[in-house]
């Protein structure tokens, strides 16, 4: 089993900078493919970004691109997602997503999920 904590979500002004944690605990999420997912109020949950077991494939929505990072700490048991140039339509329950695989990306299943943080951002 492997459980995934979620931090650094918050309230920010439109244009401003979050950093979003999530730390896996139970069992190593060295050799899994992770993601990050969003759902606003209202809203089926969707996909923001993923990233390989290795960090060297990424993938992101559109609606990120060029604004939102991912990155991972194997040695932590940790992904990021850099949030820059945060819009209003940003706004939503941020999850993190598992998986023993090399690769999920955005349509593929993810076997394990976080609790979720929220980011508001106001414009």
């Known amino acids: 089993q492997v459980q995934l904590v979620e931090s650094g979500g918050g309230l920010v002004q439109a244009g401003g900078s979050l950093r979003l944690s999530c730390a896996a605990s139970?069992?190593?999420?060295?050799?899994?493919?992770l993601g990050w997912f969003r759902q606003a109020p209202g809203k089926e949950r969707e996909f923001v970004a993923a990233i390989s077991w290795s960090g060297g494939v990424t993938d992101y929505t559109d609606s990120v691109k060029g604004r939102f990072t991912i990155s991972r700490d194997n040695a932590k048991n940790t992904v990021y997602l850099q949030m820059n140039s945060l819009k209003p339509e940003d706004t939503a329950v941020y999850y993190c997503a598992s998986d023993p695989r090399f690769w999920v990306g955005r349509r593929g299943s993810y076997a394990y999920w976080g609790q979720g943080t929220q980011v508001t951002v106001s414009s």
């Open positions: 139970g069992r190593t999420v060295r050799n899994s493919a």
